[in-house]
């Protein structure tokens, strides 16, 4: 089963490297991340995946969403934001000091903390010793 999982995680890490190559070198984003990661752990003890209100509230759609995301990334569900629309998940591979016991197989969500979206200035975390600066 692992061996499966890792192939899956192989795949979506390809598209979001893909993907990150052309938000850093083709169609650029207004903003860009400096700094260092501090290895806090903050990051990790509320994982917040966006859908749209609707979604959430679909038992069908957050039953299957929740336990393909459980599975695949080892995340445990805490709550769902219906109002605005938020999975919020823990991750079992935080280990005790906060740091990541799962570096080199780190789902994307993990590896595009902070994220860099189009239309929005990135949202840091309180301490983050990341920046998000105009290009
Ligand atoms: S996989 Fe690692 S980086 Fe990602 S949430 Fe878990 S502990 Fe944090
Ligand atoms: S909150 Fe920022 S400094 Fe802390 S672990 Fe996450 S990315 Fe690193």
Not at 18 to 43: D, Q
Not at 44 to 55: D, H, N, S, W
Not at 67 to 87: A, P, V
Not at 118 to 125: C, Q, S, T
Request: proline share 4%; aromatic share 14%.
């Amino acid at each position: 089963m692992i061996i499966i999982k890792r192939a899956i995680i192989c795949f979506i890490l390809l598209d979001n490297w893909l993907h990150n190559i052309l938000k850093k070198y083709i169609l650029k984003t207004r903003y860009k991340i400096t700094g260092k990661c501090r290895m806090c752990g903050n990051c990790c003890k509320e994982i917040l995946l966006c859908a749209t209100p609707a979604q959430c509230r679909n038992i069908l759609f957050s039953t299957v969403a929740t336990k393909w995301i459980e599975w695949i990334f080892d995340f445990t569900l805490l709550k769902i934001d219906t109002k605005e629309g938020y999975f919020v998940f823990s991750c079992k591979k935080q280990l005790p000091d906060g740091t990541c016991g799962n570096y080199f197989w780190r789902p994307s969500v993990c590896r595009n903390f902070p994220l860099v979206d189009y239309f929005k200035e990135p949202v840091l975390l309180p301490g983050c010793g990341f920046k998000a600066e105009l290009r």
